[in-house]
Nanobody, 123 residues
C-alpha cells in the first residue's frame, strides 16, 4: 500500500485548504480506515481525522467543526477539507491507511504512511 499526499502550502489564518491522499496497491487488501495525522515542530504526531470502512468518522477536538474528512473509493483518495485555519494548525500532515491482508495462515493487519505535506498558516 502506497500513499501520496498533496495540497499543502502557505495560507493565511482564516483561510481554507484541501489535502488529498491518493492510495495505490490496495487491490489485495481491505482498507479498514484512512486517516490524517499531523506533526508540528517539537511535538508528537497526533490524529486529526479518521474515516472507517463503515464511513464513521472521528475528529480531534481541536479541529471539530472546521475540518471534514471524506473518502472517494472510486478514485482511491481520501481528502481533508480544512476551513477557518489557525496558526496552530501549522504542521506536516500525513495520510495513513490501516489495512488487512487475507492470508491462508490468518489475516495480517498493518498500516502504511505517506511522506507528508507541509501546511503553514500565517497569522
Amino acid at each position: 500500500v502506497q500513499l501520496v499526499e498533496s495540497g499543502g502550502g502557505l495560507v493565511q489564518a482564516g483561510g481554507s485548504l484541501t489535502l488529498t491522499c491518493i492510495t495505490s496497491g490496495t487491490s489485495t487488501v481491505s482498507i479498514n480506515a484512512l486517516g490524517w495525522y499531523r506533526q508540528a515542530p517539537g511535538k508528537q504526531r497526533e490524529m486529526v481525522a479518521v474515516i472507517r470502512s463503515s464511513h464513521s468518522t472521528d475528529y480531534a477536538d481541536s479541529v471539530k467543526g472546521r475540518f471534514t474528512i471524506s473518502r472517494d473509493n472510486a478514485r482511491n483518495t481520501v481528502s481533508l477539507q480544512k476551513n477557518s485555519l489557525k496558526p496552530e494548525d501549522t504542521a506536516v500532515y500525513f495520510c495513513k491507511a490501516d489495512f488487512t491482508l487475507a492470508r491462508i495462515e490468518g489475516p495480517w493487519h498493518s498500516d502504511a504512511w505517506g511522506q507528508g505535506t507541509l501546511v503553514t498558516v500565517s497569522s
